[in-house]
């Protein structure tokens, strides 16, 4: 698709046509020449190398404009919203023959793949922009069938998404649990004492997904015994000593579990204690 700015008066812009060339490379050897000359010569032509096409770009898209000032059709004298340009002038898209076509706005890549590629005729609307001096797409206008069909795929694959996105989201829920339970059981196991209810609320607390605990590293969650000690001792920090008073009262939190370290070893070795759950 090619843009041109825009001239003083009207609006306008010219298709390129892609063309096939080719390329070779040129030698010369003059008639007189002999012996070493003549080798060279035959040398350098049995290097030449067949003609290469250059590469070819696809064909430009019909370009439709979004007229910034009035304008009169050239064949009909008419107006409207959209214009093409042609041999004669602009021409409204009736008398261009493109007026069955609707037009999709520009924002959403996919549909408007989907609706170009089903429709056998399309064209890109432009529309100049004065402060960047430069035409900017808008959407494009492609056949009714055609983005019909391009919408229900969109549906349909938004569709699959919400599905996967469901699957996911059960997928993950039923992991978190199991891994909550597996992190229950090895903490009963390291602290036979510990109440089974309160076991169970570090490991969901220590294993919530997305809050960053130790219960979520990698440590955690291949159940290594430092890392499930180490949630156990956060939540006796938090709930069985007053860590949090002498945190809200201005005290640091270093001198805080220097102060509470003793009640958080007391709690720990009653929950390691031989005997019967």
Same mark, same amino acid.
């Given at each position: /698709?090619?843009?041109?700015?825009?001239?003083?008066?009207?609006?306008?812009?010219?298709?390129?046509?892609?063309?096939?060339?080719?390329?070779?490379?040129?030698?010369?050897?003059?008639?007189?020449?002999?012996?070493?000359?003549?080798?060279?010569?035959?040398?350098?032509?049995?290097?030449?190398?067949?003609?290469?096409?250059?590469?070819?770009?696809?064909?430009?898209?019909?370009?439709?404009?979004?007229?910034?000032? *009035?304008?009169?059709?050239?064949?009909?004298?008419?107006?409207?919203?959209?214009?093409?340009?042609?041999?004669?002038?602009?021409?409204?898209?009736?008398?261009?023959?493109?007026?069955?076509?609707?037009?999709?706005?520009?924002?959403?890549?996919?549909?408007?793949?989907?609706?170009?590629?089903?429709?056998?005729?399309?064209?890109?609307?432009?529309?100049?922009?004065?402060?960047?001096?430069?035409?900017?797409?808008?959407?494009?206008?492609? *056949?009714?069938?055609?983005?019909?069909?391009? *919408?229900?795929?969109?549906?349909?694959?938004?569709?699959?998404? /919400?599905?996967?996105?469901?699957?996911?989201? *059960?997928?993950? @829920?039923?992991?978190?649990?199991?891994?909550?339970?597996?992190?229950?059981?090895?903490?009963?196991?390291?602290?036979?004492?510990?109440?089974?209810?309160?076991?169970?609320?570090?490991?969901?607390?220590?294993?919530?997904?997305?809050?960053?605990?130790?219960?979520?590293?990698?440590?955690?969650?291949?159940?290594?015994?430092?890392?499930?000690?180490? @949630?156990?001792?956060?939540?006796?920090?938090?709930?069985?000593?007053?860590?949090?008073?002498?945190? /809200?009262?201005?005290?640091?939190?270093?001198? @805080?579990?220097?102060?509470?370290?003793?009640?958080?070893?007391?709690?720990?070795?009653?929950?390691?204690?031989?005997?019967?759950?």
């Amino acid at each position: /698709m090619s843009m041109c700015p825009v001239p003083a008066g009207r609006e306008h812009c010219h298709a390129r046509t892609a063309t096939l060339t080719f390329v070779t490379r040129s030698s010369q050897t003059g008639s007189s020449q002999t012996g070493s000359s003549q080798t060279r010569s035959s040398r350098t032509r049995s290097r030449q190398r067949t003609p290469e096409p250059a590469v070819v770009t696809d064909a430009p898209d019909l370009l439709v404009i979004q007229p910034v000032r *009035e304008w009169t059709c050239a064949q009909c004298r008419g107006t409207g919203d959209l214009l093409i340009m042609d041999e004669p002038g602009p021409l409204c898209l009736a008398c261009a023959e493109l007026d069955h076509l609707v037009f999709l706005p520009a924002g959403d890549a996919a549909l408007t793949r989907r609706a170009k590629k089903a429709s056998g005729l399309s064209a890109v609307v432009v529309r100049w922009s004065r402060s960047r001096k430069r035409y900017e797409r808008q959407g494009v206008l492609v *056949e009714e069938a055609a983005l019909e069909q391009a *919408e229900q795929q969109c549906l349909a694959d938004e569709d699959a998404r /919400m599905r996967r996105r469901e699957r996911d989201r *059960e997928r993950r @829920a039923a992991e978190d649990v199991e891994l909550a339970a597996s992190m229950a059981e090895e903490i009963r196991r390291l602290f036979p004492r510990c109440p089974a209810r309160r076991a169970e609320a570090i490991a969901r607390h220590a294993s919530l997904r997305g809050s960053g605990r130790v219960g979520r590293s990698a440590a955690g969650r291949a159940l290594d015994e430092e890392a499930i000690t180490l @949630a156990v001792v956060a939540s006796v920090r938090h709930e069985d000593t007053g860590y949090d008073s002498l945190l /809200m009262s201005g005290v640091s939190r270093v001198d @805080a579990r220097d102060r509470t370290r003793l009640a958080v070893d007391r709690v720990l070795a009653a929950w390691r204690g031989a005997g019967g759950r």
